[in-house]
């Protein structure tokens, strides 16, 4: 009963570079903000936004695929450990845009002003 061990250098260093090149992209578009993402509105929030939660999302997923060893488990574990973190991050969006949207609301209709 041996086992072999199975380097895997060339792996973290793909991880590493994917990684890097997602958070450069993000990097840069946040110094440059392109205006026709940034002034481009899509289901209230301007694309530029959208950019950035899509490209966190995917490193946030990327991170635990690979760092996390979830590629090696069942489909059953890692939608059980998935699936609850989805339900969760979509809940709290909810929350906050709403809560926001109604905040917004009662400081521009009111006799209220905004001191911070």
Not at 4 to 23: A, D, M, P, Q, Y
Not at 45 to 60: D, G, V
């Given at each position: 009963?041996?086992?072999?061990?199975v380097s895997n250098?060339?792996?973290?260093?793909f991880?590493?570079?994917?990684?890097?090149?997602?958070t450069?992209?993000e990097?840069i578009l946040?110094?440059?903000?392109?205006a026709?993402?940034?002034?481009?509105?899509?289901?209230?929030?301007?694309l530029?936004?959208w950019?950035?939660?899509?490209l966190?999302?995917?490193k946030?997923?990327?991170?635990v695929?690979?760092?996390?060893?979830?590629?090696?488990?069942?489909?059953?574990?890692?939608w059980?450990?998935?699936?609850p973190?989805?339900?969760?991050?979509?809940?709290?969006?909810f929350?906050?845009l709403?809560?926001g949207?109604?905040?917004?609301?009662v400081f521009?209709?009111?006799?209220?002003?905004?001191?911070?």
């Amino acid at each position: 009963m041996s086992h072999e061990h199975v380097s895997n250098t060339k792996r973290i260093w793909f991880v590493f570079g994917l990684l890097s090149v997602v958070t450069t992209v993000e990097v840069i578009l946040g110094i440059y903000k392109p205006a026709s993402l940034e002034f481009t509105h899509f289901i209230g929030l301007n694309l530029l936004n959208w950019i950035f939660y899509i490209l966190t999302i995917f490193k946030a997923y990327y991170i635990v695929w690979a760092f996390m060893h979830m590629e090696g488990e069942k489909s059953s574990l890692r939608w059980s450990v998935v699936s609850p973190v989805i339900f969760l991050v979509l809940y709290l969006l909810f929350i906050l845009l709403t809560e926001g949207h109604y905040i917004y609301g009662v400081f521009k209709d009111s006799t209220i002003k905004w001191n911070f």
